[in-house]
């Protein structure tokens, strides 16, 4: 899949109209100037021996180097892709307990208005666009209200003031004692979060529902029930557990979706993630900034596929058979 995904984003990206470096460095340079770049990126040889020097480089962890900044894309990556970290756990947070609610909710009291109003949710929350919500919420917390920052990310003056240990500055807040500067940053990642996070539950609301229905209607169920055990007890380890595995697929996608960088999201509220990374990418035409990113949200979703499908085994003792 990596493999595949990294080859149509390479050729594609090299048969769109336009001269990338004139795009990159201006069209005012001279033509010695622009020659010069295209050796120093090995985009004077032909498009097959890019192609095959892509390769040979990402084996060796090379993703390439930006056609505007001139720096390694890795050393770009860092903070872009620890600020995507850090939104993504947070709108996980959100999302998971508020989903698995509703789709509790939805499944247990099937047929009542409790069950409609929740599957009315999913459906909303669904088809409701990510950048208006986000929206939605910059008006009504951060203007009218006036409680919320409307952007997203830790503050600059937080950022640069606390001592890095780990990389991700609210937890370096946390683990150096500042928790005004945790609080701050916890202010700033709020709307961003929430706004994923209620998106995403639509979704984890709807499979939960649909497979914790699927199970409820089983033999041994109706044979658990049958044999008087409580309610919690039928739940909990006949139904729930059983019904996980549709549950922790579409978590882990979503979850390898987030890490990639929520563009419309980091977007909206002018989030320094991965996300925003990519579109300024796209806008400018930085080729090789824009094949490394998607080569390395391929490889995301790959080990979290991957992990996913170690968890079904813990879930489910059929599955290592």
């Known amino acids: 899949m990596v493999l595949i995904l990294l080859t149509l984003v390479f050729f594609i990206l090299r048969i769109l109209p336009g001269d990338p470096v004139r795009v990159a460095v201006g069209p005012k340079l ?80 099937e047929g009542s208005p409790l069950a409609h109003l929740a599957r009315l949710f999913t459906v909303a ?10 929206i939605i919420f910059q008006v009504v917390f951060g ?37 005004i500067g945790f609080a701050e940053c916890i202010r700033h990642l ?22 914790l229905v699927e199970v409820m209607h089983l033999d041994y169920v109706t044979a658990a029930k049958a044999r008087g055990l409580p309610e919690k007890i039928i ?36 989030y320094p993630g991965l996300g925003t990374y990519l579109k300024d990418a796209v806008l400018s035409r930085d080729y090789t900034v824009v094949q490394a990113a998607v080569t390395l949200y391929a490889i995301m979703v790959a080990v979290i596929s991957f992990i996913v499908d170690i968890i079904y085994a813990f879930l489910d003792p059929r599955i290592r058979y």
């Open 125 to 134: 929350t669904y088809s409701i666009p990510v950048f208006w919500l986000g």
């Open 235 to 270: 739940h909990d380890k006949y139904i729930f557990r059983n019904a996980l595995i549709p549950i922790i697929t579409i978590i882990g996608l979503q979850l390898a979706l987030l890490l990639g960088g929520a563009i419309l999201t980091e977007t909206t509220f002018d």
């Open 190 to 211: 709020i709307l961003p979060a929430v706004t994923l996070g209620v998106v995403i539950s639509g979704i984890i609301g709807k499979v939960s529902r649909n497979a």
């Open 143 to 179: 203007i009218w209200l006036g409680i919320l920052p409307i952007t997203g990310g830790p503050p600059p003056m937080v950022k640069y003031s606390v001592r890095a240990i780990t990389g991700f500055t609210t937890l370096d807040c946390l683990l150096n004692g500042d928790f």
């Open 30 to 109: 001279p033509p010695e100037y622009v020659k010069k770049i295209c050796h120093e990126l090995g985009l004077d040889k032909p498009i097959m021996v890019q192609y095959f020097d892509y390769l040979w480089s990402l084996l060796h962890g090379d993703f390439g180097k930006s056609l505007i900044t001139r720096r390694s894309f890795a050393n770009e990556l860092i903070d872009r892709f620890k600020a995507s970290v850090e939104l993504a756990i947070a709108s996980i947070i959100v999302a998971i307990p508020l989903g698995l609610f509703i789709g509790d909710v939805s499944a247990k009291y």
